[in-house]
């Protein structure tokens, strides 16, 4: 397998229950200064910083200066949908976002949507064959229907889009840069709002008369 050596240095960085804590919190909580993680962590100063030191040697943090205070930030939004993604697969959800999600149409998976809503928009992008499969753009009058949803992607190294396992759903909601695109613009344009101290995602009135115009069945 190529990359197997990266593959299997990641997965040791992640074998600790510490490291990936501060992981996930940072992910779903945004730049956190050392103080907010060792509360979250729940372990000694000297513990945490010390895992926080190798995260950062290993390349899954970075620090970004704000005022007087570093802040821990993720360097990219890869790491973030790996662990989404393993989360999901150990099936291990908290118990208060399971109860949550179980109610709410939408959720913030990391910088793009899930839950309810977040497969919807998939679903909708293939049925008017905007996607075909998961990743592949159709060009053509499919691309103007595209603008409906978001502005054109930028060119980057991240996935263009994909299928987002949602634990929720039993169903793929879209990930990628696509994903994160859709979010913002759904945001921008006040058709979702993010619940403040959670990663619930309200629709707005004003959405749900945007997102049926689109095909997007909630």
């Known amino acids: 397998m190529k990359h197997a050596d990266a593959i299997a240095e990641l997965s040791r960085q992640l074998a600790h229950p510490l490291r990936v804590t501060l992981l996930g919190y940072v992910a779903e909580h945004g730049p956190c200064a050392f103080s907010e993680l060792v509360e979250a962590a729940g372990a000694a100063q000297a513990q945490v910083g010390n895992h926080l030191s190798l995260l950062r040697k290993a390349g899954l943090l970075v620090t970004e200066r704000q005022g007087r205070q570093s802040l821990y930030r993720l360097?990219?939004?890869h790491l973030a949908e790996a662990l989404a993604n393993l989360a999901a697969a150990a099936g291990v959800p908290t118990e208060a976002e399971a109860a949550v999600a179980?109610?709410?149409v939408a959720r913030a998976c990391y910088d793009h949507?899930?839950?309810k809503l977040g497969v919807a928009v998939l679903a909708a992008l293939r049925r008017?064959?905007?996607l075909v499969g998961e990743t592949d753009l159709v060009e053509g009058p499919a691309a103007e229907l595209l603008a409906g949803f978001a502005a054109p992607v930028e060119e980057s190294r991240r996935r263009f889009a994909y299928g987002c396992p949602d634990w929720t759903e039993h169903a793929p909601h879209l990930g990628g840069a696509l994903g994160a695109a859709?979010?913002?613009n759904f945001t921008r344009r006040q058709w979702i709002r993010r619940r403040a101290g959670s990663r619930v995602l309200d629709v707005t009135g004003k959405g749900r008369t945007a997102l049926r115009e689109l095909g997007v069945e909630i």
Do not use: H, S, Y
């Open 128 to 130: 008017q064959e905007i």
């Open 75 to 77: 360097p990219n939004a």
């Open 182 to 184: 859709i979010a913002d």
């Open 113 to 115: 949507i899930g839950g």
């Open 102 to 104: 179980r109610t709410e």
